[in-house]
Structures are given as C-alpha cells and as structure tokens.
C-alpha cells in the first residue's frame, strides 16, 4: 500500500525541514503548492559544505573533471584552465536558458527548485552552500524565476531560466509582478551568488525539471483515483448495482492486489446499504463498467503505484554528473563521470501516469454515461432533469467528460520512447522526460475534472432515485456534504461554477479526508 503517503494534509504543514532523513511526498507538495517554509538542519549544511570542501580541491590540483575543467557536451575535448572554471559555469546557464513559450505556473517551477535543492544537497555534487541557500531563500520569499515552458529534451534549458535568477539576471515574478532578476532579488532583500566550479552545471544538467513536475502530477493523479473509489461507490448506488460483483471469493481468483482492495473497499462503504440489498439479485449481473470497477480501478491504481515508485525513487536520487564521491577515512575523494543525468525512469513513470489516467478516465465516463442515458440509467429521467426537453440537464457535462477522455488519449502516446540526438551526437539516445512530464501533469488534472463531473452526476441521480431504499450511510453523508456548497439541479443552470467547485474538492483531498473521518482510513 501507499497509504504513507498521504498521512498529512499538504495544505496544513507550515515548515519543512530538510535533514538526515528524506522529505515525504506530502513535505514536496506543502513546499511546491502551498508554500510552505523550507529550513535546513545542521547536519544538511555541514554536509553541503563538506563536499563543496572536495570540489575546490579537485579544482586546486587541477584535476581533469567534466565540466569543471573541461567544456560540456560535445566541447569535452577541451581542456578549461582553473582560472577560467567560474567564466564556464557563467556561461552554461547563460547559453543554455534557452527554453521557449509560455512561462511554467508558480507551483511547477516551486517543484523545479525543490527538486534541484533535493539533487545536489546530499553531499555528492560540491555545489556551495551559499547558492543552494540562495534557491531555499527564493523559495520561501517566492521569488519565482521566469521559466518558458517548451523546448526540454529532459533538462538543461528550463534550469537554465532558473540558474539565471541566482546570479541577479533572466527574470523573476516577486509580488505579482515579472521583474528583472536582480532587480527581483533586490526587492526582497536578497543578493546573488557569484558561480563557482561545477556550479552551473549540478544546477542545469540532472532530471531535476521533469521529476519536479513528475512530483506533482503523480500526487494529483493518486490523489485522483483515491477519490474516484469513493465516487465509484456513490454511481453503484446510483445504478442499483449488485454488490455480488464485490463478493471476494470471486477476486480472490485473481492474483492483484489493487483489485482485492477497491472491492473490500466498496464492500465497506456500501456494507450498509439498502439500495446494494434491495438489488443483490435484481439481475444476473451488472454492465460491464459497474462490475468491473474493482477490475478497472485496480488495474489503474497498479500502474500509479509504479509510475511512483519510478519518479519518487528520482526525486530521492542524485542525477547529477559528475558526482564527487567522498572517501570516507580509509579512502580517497572520488570524482566520478557517467550518466547518472539520464531521465528515463521519470519519463518512463510520467508516461504511466498517462496509461493509468487513461484507464480510470474512461471508466469513470463510461459510467456518467449510463446515468444520464436514458436507455441504460433505470428509469430516471433524461439526462437526469426532471422535466427533460425543455431543460437539457445533464448532457452537456457528459460531453465535456466525453472531451477530456479524448484529449487524455490524445496525451497518452509516450514521449520517453522517441529520442531526438542533440549536442552533435554526444548526447544520444534522449529521455525526453521532460515532454512525458508535463503531458502527465496535464493529465492528471484532466482526471480530477471528470472525477468531480462523475460526482455531481452521480448525486444528482441519487437525489433523483428517492430515499427508499436508503442508500449507504457514507454515501449519503458524502451526499449531505457535497449538497452544502453543490445544490440539486430541477431546471437548467450555469454548471462551470459547479464543476470547477467539486474539482477543487477532489485535488484538495477533501472529500478522501470527509470520509476517512467518518470510516477511517481507506486503503489503496
């Protein structure tokens, strides 16, 4: 299970503390959505400083190192002077900002910084401690870099943007307003750091910008399908199910565990139900999309669960090159050159992102179809209005539940299995993790909006069906609370409000933290 995950609401950690033990995805979220203060413990800086003590050695010596004495990419064969080893990282960032476009939200470029802080804090990249303090300060005066969003192979151009701001240039957004990066900087009382060796490259050249966004589109797509459980239940009550397709003996012949818990967990959020009694044996057996739930749901949330363990094993890694490995009292400090940079396991696991959102997206379309059809909804009234015809009801959201499930297949072909060589070949194959990245962010957001559109259909038949037999206490509390803020429909009304209000409870957790008050914790 990951139920681990998500012990803590985001939304309520004020502070996160960066130290011996790893950050928790809830820490990532607070700090890239919400803001939270970020701090470093006394053991984080002792540990930063320590190989930045390495690094200037190496340099000292003069030492033959990628990118430190030597140019990047392709330029490898040429051998940088020590004197000359600030000029080069001076002129990585600035060559390489070079990503165009529209800029990325403040929350994915919180999730870039974050991230970067992540990748080179843990004592391998000889990054200085004054310039990795100088990103944690920007992140808590949000002094938010300018970042054009397209042009990404996987890294270095998005960084770029954002390395440029810690040494006073590019641009930034401080108080709602896009300045100069100095300028910016200056406004909140900060001051730029000059490069030093391999500074420029530990910032622009790991898997920081697309495990940043990998981050926050595996959180919104988990959390996603963790309310599409709950949702799913309110539209089995909705359809008179027969909970005999939960039975688990009939699971147990199936060797997934997904699927075992989405059906003990529909089993005991409709164990009360009078609807689920009533019509136990109303039929031989549901349409495929009801019975099938366990099956559907299941199979998605298996793919979110390694989509995670791909990209949070990322963001807990060092993807930089080179790193300096530290000796310890019997050996001797290391630099060490490969491609530990390489971006395909978050690409690989954003691309899953979009296979499993694709999955949970149909089904849950799929059945906001049948309630508001009136040919498969038992009865209830066109397009769920009670006087259909004159008002249009419920048909509108099915289309636009209907569009967004073709633009998720649209964003599901996998960007991480094309390459484009770059850098005269030398670099080749290319993850292209970045363009798998955002896809699965704007996928998963995709999700949430027909979640919440399967929500306030399935209520509304719910309200529709009368109160006898009652459904579930949990449905109908769920009811209860939804109806506060999302009243019935009887005529036609303006539904954007309604739609952006339920969407807004499903990426919170909201309505996965209502619940888990009333029954407890819900498994995974």
Sequence with gaps: MIDHFFK???????????????????????????????????????????????????????????????????????VIPPDEAAELQRNIVRSHAASVGKPLPEEQV??????????????????????????????????????????????????????????????????????????????????????????????????TSPTGLAVLAIYDALMAARNLDIVGCATFEAMKGTILGCDERLHSVKRHSEQHETAALMRRLLADSGIMEANKHARVQDPYVLRCTPHLHGAGKRILRQALENIWGESLSVSDNPIVFPGGAD???????????????????????????GILAKTSERRSDRMVNRFFNNGLPAFLVK???????????????????????????????????????????????????????????????????????ALQALDLSGDS??????????????????????????????????????????LVTFTESIVGRLTF
């Design 387 to 457: 006087n259909p015809g004159l008002n249009n009801g419920f048909m509108i959201p099915q289309y636009t539940a209907a569009a967004l499930v073709n633009e998720i297949k649209m964003l599901s072909f996998p960007a991480s299995v094309d390459s484009v060589p770059t850098c005269a070949n030398q670099e080749d194959p290319v993850s292209m993790a970045y363009t798998a990245a955002k896809k699965a962010v704007q996928v998963a957001e995709k999700l949430q909006y027909i979640t919440a559109i399967e929500l306030m259909i």
């Design 331 to 357: 050996g001797e400090d290391t630099p060490l050159m490969g491609g530990n940079f390489d971006g395909s396991y978050v690409g690989g696991g954003a691309d899953m992102i979009c296979l499993a959102s």
């Design 8 to 78: 803590t609401n985001p939304a309520d950690i004020t502070e996160v503390v960066l130290g011996a033990e790893d950050i928790t995805l809830d820490q990532f979220i607070a700090v890239a959505r919400h803001r939270a203060k970020l701090t470093f413990s006394d053991f984080y800086i002792e540990r930063v400083k320590k190989s930045r003590a390495i690094i200037d050695r190496f340099l000292s010596e003069n030492r033959l190192i990628y990118g430190v004495t030597t140019g990047f990419g392709e330029n490898v064969r040429y």
């Design 110 to 207: 919180r999730a870039i910084q974050l991230q970067m802080i992540l990748n080179t804090g843990r004592g391998v990249s000889g990054i200085s401690f004054e310039l990795i303090d100088l990103i944690r300060q920007t992140l808590n005066a949000q002094v938010t870099p300018y970042a054009p969003g397209d042009g990404s192979v996987g890294y270095l151009a998005v960084e770029g943007h954002l390395t440029l701001l810690l040494m006073g240039e590019g641009r930034a957004y401080y108080k709602n307003r896009l300045l100069e990066g100095g300028e910016a900087l200056k406004q909140a009382g900060l001051t730029p750091v000059p490069l030093r060796c391999k500074e420029g490259l530990s910032l622009l050249n790991g898997s």
């Design 469 to 510: 037999p009652a459904p579930s206490s949990i449905v109908n509390k769920l009811r209860e609370h939804v109806r506060k803020d999302v009243p019935t429909v009887d005529e036609d009304r303006y539904f954007e409000p309604d739609m952006e209000l339920l969407y807004q409870k499903v990426k919170s957790g909201e």
